[in-house]
């Protein structure tokens, strides 16, 4: 893995070569002109976590750089500051790093350091280490929590401290509008808030006449498109496997009086086939499917993207909203949905400057009978 390295100056540039790059790649689906979300050009992620690196009696945060010729061989890259990360995380690694280098109790042991910020700062710092945390390291924990203005997460092997909460509230602006969402330590959030904040906007304009219908959601995660999208349809129903997820959004649809919405703990596969009535149940019944009249359905996947059995079961819908982390199996997901529908929107997010990562978002209508292939 590199270590990106901000640059603002040849930002525009970088997103010109994406931009280029993925308009060529799926030019044969016939893509509307696409549509370009830029991020912020520094201090973009919210996020992040970096390894502790101990040189005797100094400490400091480092990542690694694979060397190419041979991947087994890692360099370590001595951080003092980050520019790909939030101006609160910068502000608060010479702070701790500091706070650490003067307390053999918080130091010893110490491996990893997570930071979790938002927009309006608020900060949670995870400490994980090799070793069991004892009273002593709670008691200077808590000090430093006062004297940094964050809350603390103590981790090591089966064991889990929180001093004070283990998530923040992150308050995104779209369209006007203030979303708030719980977001919890060590579960995934979209990490460049600015660009999720674009994508939200995106989403809820390409759904905007959608009100006579309903939504189905697959990967709903922490609810971050569920509850920005459903005023846009009379219901929805969404899905997540992770359970500290569901239990977040269903915090995010009551923080933000979601009303129309519920979020079913099953697996893609195992409530497509609840929707295919192949599957029963209390939590099935529960969800009174047979109410609901699905005419769009939203799918933000993993890298892997969607396998063939899920892209057929996705057909018989008149509109699809794809979010995907990963062109390449987006390419090959659209090759079998392009036979029943057709690509009237199209996104690039640029979630990861200076990286070649490509975020993207598709809207897709179903094609009129005689136009089918």
Known sequence: MAVPVVEPERYEAQLDAKRERVTAQFARFSPPALEVFPSPPSHYRQRCEFRLWHE??????????????????????????????????NALMPALREALLASDVLRRKLFQVEFLTTLSGEALVTLIYHRQLDAA???????????????????????????????????????????????????????????????LGWARDVTRESREGDLVEFYCGNGNFTVALA????????????????????????????????????????????????????????????????????????????????????????????????????????EQLSATHVVTRFALFDQFPYTDHCECGVLLERRAPAARA
């Open 231 to 334: 005023e846009n349809f009379r219901r929805v129903v969404a899905t997540e496997i992770s359970r500290t997820s569901v239990a977040s959004a269903n915090v995010n649809l009551e923080a933000n009086a979601v009303a129309n919405a519920v979020v079913a703990r099953m697996s893609a596969e195992e409530f497509s086939a609840a929707l295919a009535g192949e599957k029963t149940g209390r939590r099935v019944a529960a969800l009174a499917l047979d109410e609901h009249t699905f005419t769009t359905a939203l799918v933000d996947p993993p890298r892997a993207g969607l396998d063939a059995h899920s892209c057929e079961q996705l057909k018989v819908y008149e509109r699809i909203v794809y979010i995907s982390c990963n062109p390449d199996t987006l390419e090959a997901n659209l």
């Open 56 to 89: 005797g009696d100094d400490l400091f945060y480092a990542m690694f750089e694979v060397d190419p010729s041979d991947p087994k061989r890692k360099e370590v890259i001595r951080l003092d500051d980050y520019p790909v990360a939030s101006e609160r995380i």
């Open 137 to 199: 390291w709670e008691q200077e924990a808590r000090a430093l929590q006062t004297t940094l203005g964050v809350s603390i997460i103590g981790r090591a092997r089966k064991q889990r401290l929180v001093l004070d909460r283990d998530h923040v509230w992150e308050r995104l602006q779209v369209e006007r509008r203030e979303f708030v969402y719980q977001q919890v330590e060590n579960s995934f959030t979209q990490p460049n808030a600015a660009i999720c904040q674009s994508m």
